[in-house]
């Protein structure tokens, strides 16, 4: 498990745009479950929508990268590297994300060489799929 600490210590993303709380589980280079509690304090909420807030779309496949980038920052050669996005296929949306929801995001490494990677990525709530993509990384500098 990794808390808040040693998350901010792998990856560069700091409030309001951090959006993974606690590392549940990390094989390294294979797998991680990560949680993002879903607060109605969230900045995002207040335009999104103020009468029945849903978190966006956009900001639960934020939260599956940056799970991913914590597989892949977790690796000796990556560490104070910056993943950056290369793409997204297949992403579908299941299930609407509310405040007060703990997001599980589940990251399978299907590729990671030298610096790029691929990975299967899940976020689901009350074992629920929510949503789920295959997401593509470059690490930079």
Same mark, same amino acid.
């Given at each position: 498990?990794? /808390?808040?600490?040693?998350?901010?210590?792998? !990856?560069?993303?700091?409030?309001? #745009?951090?959006? =993974?709380?606690?590392?549940?589980?990390?094989?390294?280079?294979?797998?991680? =479950?990560?949680?993002?509690?879903?607060?109605? $304090?969230?900045?995002?909420?207040?335009?999104?929508?103020?009468? *029945?807030?849903?978190?966006?779309?956009?900001?639960?496949? &934020?939260?599956?990268?940056?799970?991913?980038?914590?597989?892949? !920052?977790?690796? &000796? $050669?990556?560490?104070?590297?910056?993943?950056?996005?290369?793409?997204?296929?297949?992403?579908? #949306?299941? *299930?609407?994300?509310?405040?007060? /929801?703990?997001?599980?995001?589940?990251?399978?490494?299907?590729?990671?060489?030298?610096? =790029?990677?691929?990975?299967?990525?899940?976020?689901?709530?009350?074992?629920?799929?929510?949503?789920?993509? /295959?997401?593509? #990384?470059?690490?930079?500098?």
């Amino acid at each position: 498990m990794l /808390d808040i600490n040693q998350i901010k210590a792998l !990856l560069p993303h700091r409030y309001p #745009f951090l959006l =993974v709380d606690r590392v549940l589980e990390l094989v390294p280079n294979q797998k991680i =479950v990560a949680l993002k509690n879903v607060s109605v $304090n969230e900045d995002f909420f207040n335009g999104h929508y103020p009468v *029945k807030p849903v978190m966006p779309g956009v900001l639960i496949i &934020e939260s599956m990268a940056q799970a991913a980038g914590l597989v892949m !920052l977790n690796e &000796e $050669n990556c560490k104070g590297k910056i993943p950056y996005f290369t793409g997204i296929d297949n992403a579908r #949306f299941r *299930k609407a994300v509310v405040p007060g /929801d703990q997001l599980i995001l589940e990251i399978e490494v299907v590729r990671f060489k030298g610096n =790029v990677g691929k990975v299967k990525a899940v976020a689901k709530v009350d074992n629920q799929i929510a949503a789920e993509a /295959d997401l593509m #990384f470059i690490m930079g500098e």
